[in-house]
């Protein structure tokens, strides 16, 4: 049971757009911490999406964004491509577990 | 151009040790913490242990705490991960990444750049 909770799978046709949730509570998100975003595609290394909540590193494409408010934070990609179809992980630091923990991780399948 | 390199990744057999060391470059390693973070077959990213870029903050995962223990050797830029009575579960592929911190809070690290990983089986 992870402190961040993600749902398991979304799904969009190309050019469509989707938002990935991610649910914690008074000890990470709620007490202040960043939420980071990353994509990974099974055999390649996790690349990061988004740092801060809201910032993306260069060369990430505007269509992903991200977002923090409360105890929550979503990342949303826009224009789905048939590259976008991959698992996405959020990840915070928790003060209870003194811990840095990931969101369950999200299947994006691009229809 | 940052590189992030795992190595003694193999197969140990259950309560056996395995040493994992992560080699970087590119960057002014003593100025950065090194996580490890995991990833067990068909399961997600777990994080379980920071090397500290100064030495003074020991956080573990509750999976591995009492048996993974870290260090780092600045003057070699590497960093390497002590695992003990290892188990099973233990099994997946064990990557190093930088920490860097957002802000002026020191726990707000994000993870920019990830090494390929090293494959750990536990079995007998």
């Known amino acids: 049971q992870s402190a961040l909770t993600q749902p398991p799978s979304v799904s969009g046709d190309p050019g469509q757009r989707v938002t990935i949730s991610c649910t914690g509570g008074?000890?990470?998100?709620?007490?202040?911490?960043?939420v980071h975003w990353y994509q990974h595609v099974s055999g390649t290394v996790p690349k990061l999406l988004i740092y801060?909540?809201?910032y993306r590193p260069s060369g990430v494409p505007d269509r992903f964004s991200g977002s923090k408010s409360g105890t929550s934070a979503s990342l949303a990609i826009t224009g789905l491509q048939a590259e976008d179809d991959a698992e996405y992980y959020c990840?915070?630091?928790?003060?209870?577990?003194?811990?840095?923990?990931f969101g369950g991780g999200t299947r994006l399948t691009v229809l | 151009q940052v590189q992030v390199e795992e190595s003694g990744g193999g197969v140990v057999r259950p309560g056996g040790s395995l040493r994992l060391s992560c080699v970087v470059s590119?960057?002014?390693?003593?100025?950065?913490?090194v996580h490890w973070v995991r990833q067990a077959p068909g399961k997600g990213l777990e994080w379980l242990t920071i090397?500290?870029?100064?030495?003074?903050?020991?956080d573990s995962a509750a999976s591995v705490k009492g048996r993974f223990t870290v260090s780092r050797d600045n003057s070699k830029s590497t960093v390497f991960l002590q695992m003990n009575s290892l188990t099973p579960e233990d099994t997946g592929i064990y990557h190093c990444?930088?920490?860097?911190?957002?802000?002026?809070?020191?726990?707000?690290?994000?993870?920019?750049?990830w090494g390929q990983g090293a494959l750990v089986t536990v079995a007998s």
């Open positions: 990444a930088r920490g860097h911190r957002f802000g002026s809070t020191w726990t707000n690290h994000y993870f920019d750049y």
């Open positions: 590119g960057f002014t390693f003593s100025r950065y913490s």
């Open positions: 090397s500290s870029y100064d030495g003074s903050h020991e």
């Open positions: 008074s000890s990470n998100i709620g007490a202040g911490y960043e």
């Open positions: 801060g909540s809201t």
């Open positions: 990840q915070s630091y928790d003060n209870s577990l003194s811990a840095w923990v």
